[in-house]
């Protein structure tokens, strides 16, 4: 069981980073998926989830217009589409395996997690 996220870096204001978690098949295809952040000092923050088959998916007010979550079952992997980047969006970004069909914005609805891929938005 093992997700892994990949395609944070470095951008400046404005710019725009994909960002991809690729997981294990068996947890993958029937489970809803999130997005949460870490920025430094604060607490982990939901950003966006997915239901199993991508057809009901919400998002935290502050990324809403901006950010796009999607997955593809054929490749075991969730995406994050990220424009518009703030400096505020400077986090460690994790991706995460809901414990049921559908996303939800609670951590204890997720039973795995990634290890977060950093990205750094530049004033």
């Known amino acids: 069981v093992q997700l892994v996220e990949s395609g944070g870096g470095l951008v400046q204001t404005g710019g725009s980073l994909r960002l991809s978690c690729k997981a294990s098949?068996?947890?993958?295809?029937?489970?809803?998926m999130g997005w949460f952040r870490r920025a430094p000092g604060k607490e982990r923050e939901f950003v966006a989830a997915?239901?199993?088959?991508?057809?009901?998916?919400f998002y935290v007010e502050s990324v809403k217009g901006r950010f796009t979550i999607s997955r593809d079952n054929t490749k075991d992997t969730v995406y994050l589409q990220m424009n518009s980047l703030k400096p505020e969006d400077t986090a460690v970004y994790y991706c995460?395996?809901?414990?049921?069909?559908?996303?939800?914005?609670?951590?204890?609805?997720?039973?795995?997690w990634g290890q977060g891929t950093k990205v750094t938005v530049s004033s």
């Open positions: 995460a395996a809901s414990r049921y069909a559908v996303g939800s914005s609670q951590v204890e609805n997720y039973r795995y």
């Open positions: 997915t239901s199993w088959n991508g057809g009901s998916s």
């Open positions: 098949g068996r947890i993958f295809r029937n489970n809803g």
